[in-house]
């Protein structure tokens, strides 16, 4: 099974609007996360640091760039 990329997950947790091409998209990682506690239990790091962060960054789209740079290597090491 493949799992969501860290580039995904950045793009899901930090949604403010839904697109048409956003509605695929969770459809896409909601489906795999039914079947996939790794991915859960990475989506649920990356919310609450994302959270974290919109209380400290001035845009949503900062908030977005410093989860990327904080959370995409942790995310790959598995952590």
């Not at 990682?29 to 649920?44: E, S």
Request: net charge negative; glycine share 4%.
């Amino acid at each position: 099974m493949e799992h969501v990329s860290v580039e995904k997950i950045i793009e899901f947790v930090s949604l403010d609007r839904l697109s048409e091409s956003d509605l695929a998209m969770t459809r896409e990682v909601n489906t795999h996360l039914c079947d996939c506690a790794d991915c859960r239990r990475r989506v649920r790091a990356a919310q609450a640091l994302y959270d974290a962060l919109l209380t400290e960054c001035k845009t949503r789209e900062s908030a977005r760039q410093r989860l990327g740079s904080e959370l995409g290597e942790t995310l790959e090491r598995g952590i």
